[in-house]
């Protein structure tokens, strides 16, 4: 890793991405501690620390804490991931979204166009909520329209705003902007996190049960570590025949090659997207304030992270379940955008090569379908496996929500890094063919 970093920095293009990655990024710190004007954020955000716990704690993380500052990034990359999983869903229902997806390159950015206006609408609606919320509980001094409405512009431009600059770190800089971003959120709540873990578990105590802490939460981090790098790299590779043909006297083709199709080919996005969409609920219903009871009671109490694997209320671990099925559906999702089996079957076609004891065109495509669903599927679950070590650690050990969170963060951070590297690591094997980059330094 140290090696690719330090050959990168020497090539004078990745040098001017890998520095245009920073300067947003610092823009994006700089973004999340200024404070949104005319309003008293010291008094929200006593009030967001007083419900800060099981419904907040993810959300305060993927925003770097601007969330519980009230700033003018409060909102930050939470509509985007929202309006993504809204528009995923929506193709089941809309055969024209199916379509565009199956496009190519065109498809794509008219679904991205379609994905920037609902992040548009969605921050309108947050802010909105966030505003009148705040001024139902008395946190705004002086409640009323002019208030609403300003809050409503600050935090939709501050979001519409992060959203831009993701776009620009994926044209632009290294990797992709939405993780990237997301990268230096959970990155930037670290020590924080680590503080508050030291509190608990080190200070004062006897050195017995500080050692024993220590170990378990380097057990968990060098697990979850571990098994990421292992299904980053896993990959299932498919034999591929290419048929013999006589030109100009020679023989051409006969040879054999494997097509290498990644397990976990949506890599951690699915995790983004499931952890998402069960805290929203939560969310929702800690700032309107509602206590519901019966069915309703019972799927918020499904929802929250910390009910899971609850010795009292085993019931509730139902909602681990629907975390698991949701990353299997996100994740069918994305690797039927990523890998089109018709085109893969067409292109083979057209070289000449086929799988052997699978027939070409039709039989192929229908081969890869059921083969990308299978591997989604186990992809998947290992992804959610390793999310629920943490959360089975602090449940077992009686260890702190921090930890549970820790492992979804720490998962985001390892993947989109080693994403971050691999993407190097092409440009740095680009730049070695002849005018597909400029190589001056």
């Not at 947003?24 to 955000?45: A, F, H, K």
């Given at each position: 890793m140290f090696e690719t970093l330090r050959n990168a920095l020497k090539v004078k293009d990745i040098r001017k991405r890998l520095l245009f990655t920073l300067v947003?990024?610092?823009?994006?710190?700089?973004?999340?501690?200024?404070?949104?004007?005319?309003?008293?954020?010291?008094?929200?955000?006593q009030y967001l620390n007083s419900l800060l716990g099981d419904s907040f704690n993810l959300l305060n993380s993927f925003t770097g804490g601007s969330f519980e500052s009230m700033s003018l990034f409060a909102l930050n990359v939470t509509p985007y991931i929202t309006a993504s999983i809204i528009i995923q869903l929506l193709t089941i229902a809309i055969p024209a979204l199916e379509e565009l997806y199956r496009d190519g390159e065109d498809g794509r950015k008219k679904i991205n166009n379609i994905t920037r206006f609902v992040t548009l609408a969605l921050s309108v609606l947050e802010s909105a909520g966030l505003a009148i919320g705040f001024g139902k509980q008395g946190l705004l001094s002086n409640y009323g329209p002019l208030i609403v409405i300003e809050m409503i512009v600050c935090l939709t431009a501050g979001s519409v705003f992060v959203m831009w600059l993701g776009e620009q770190i994926t044209d632009k800089g290294v990797g992709n902007g939405i993780s990237i971003i997301l990268l230096c959120n959970i990155v930037s709540r670290m020590p924080s996190d680590l503080f508050n873990l030291y509190q608990k578990f080190m200070?004062?105590?006897?050195?017995?049960?500080?050692?024993?802490?220590?170990?378990?939460?380097?057990?968990?981090?060098?697990?979850?570590?571990?098994?990421?790098?292992?299904?980053?790299?896993?990959?299932?590779?498919?034999p591929v025949q290419y048929s013999r043909k006589i030109q100009g006297g020679s023989q051409l083709g006969g040879l054999g090659s494997t097509l290498p199709v990644k397990v976990n080919t949506a890599n951690v996005m699915p995790i983004i997207f499931s952890s998402s969409l069960l805290q929203f609920p939560l969310v929702i219903k800690q700032l309107v304030g509602a206590n519901p009871k019966g069915t309703a009671g019972f799927i918020f109490n499904a929802l929250n992270q910390s009910n899971w694997c609850n010795p009292d209320h085993w019931n509730w671990s139902i909602g681990l379940i629907v975390y698991l099925l949701l990353n299997v559906v996100f994740a069918y999702f994305y690797t039927s955008i990523t890998f089109n089996p018709l085109e893969i079957s067409n292109n083979m076609k057209k070289q000449g090569g086929y799988i052997p004891g699978v027939r070409p065109g039709k039989g192929t495509e229908d081969y890869m379908s059921r083969l990308l669903r299978r591997l989604a599927t186990v992809g998947s679950l290992f992804l959610g496996f390793i999310t629920i070590i943490p959360i089975l650690a602090r449940d077992v050990f009686g260890l702190t929500d921090t930890v549970a969170l820790g492992g979804t963060s720490l998962l985001i951070i390892i993947s989109t890094g080693i994403e971050g590297m691999k993407q190097l690591e092409g440009y740095l094997l680009k730049r070695k063919y002849i005018g597909f980059m400029d190589t001056t330094e």
């Open positions: 947003v990024l610092v823009i994006c710190r700089l973004g999340s501690q200024l404070p949104i004007p005319g309003i008293d954020t010291d008094t929200i955000s200070e004062g105590k006897q050195i017995s049960n500080v050692i024993i802490a220590g170990v378990i939460i380097f057990l968990v981090i060098l697990g979850t570590i571990i098994f990421t790098i292992v299904l980053n790299d896993a990959e299932r590779r498919i």
